[in-house]
Nanobody, 126 residues
Framework: QVALVESGGGLVQAGGSLRLSCAAS????????MGWFRQAPGKERDLGAF????????YYADSVQGRFTIARDAAQNTISLQMNSLKPEDTAVYYC???????????????????WGQGTQVTVSS
């Protein structure tokens, strides 16, 4: 089992930037795809950004494409999410997750991820 801890959330004005980090402990996640989901109040958990085990492949939901960048540091057992040009609709709890698989599947489902962080709140004011 792996423990994931997110950090870096907060309150920012529209157009601003935040960088989220996710640190893994308990076992290495270097062989697993990882990613970020987000959940806004009253809505279902939504896709964010994902990265394959080696970092060669990434996937971004349309809503964050071009604004968010996911990266991973295998040596540090961490992933990060750089979020630029933030919009009020980006307001959500952001969850880091570790996949059961090493690659990003064609259809990404939360059930494909077996370890989750506790979430970090991101609030974007207009």
């Amino acid at each position: 089992q792996v423990a994931l801890v997110e950090s870096g959330g907060g309150l920012v004005q529209a157009g601003g930037s935040l960088r989220l980090s996710c640190a893994a402990s308990g076992r290495t996640v270097s062989t697993r795809a990882m990613g970020w989901f987000r959940q806004a109040p009253g809505k279902e958990r939504d896709l964010g950004a994902f990265i394959s085990w080696g970092g060669a492949t990434t996937y971004y939901a349309d809503s964050v494409q071009g604004r968010f960048t996911i990266a991973r540091d295998a040596a540090q057992n961490t992933i990060s999410l750089q979020m630029n040009s933030l919009k009020p609709e980006d307001t959500a709890v952001y969850y880091c997750a570790s996949s059961r698989f090493s690659t990003i599947p064609t259809t990404i489902r939360p059930s494909d991820f077996d370890s989750w962080g506790q979430g970090t709140q991101v609030t974007v004011s207009s």
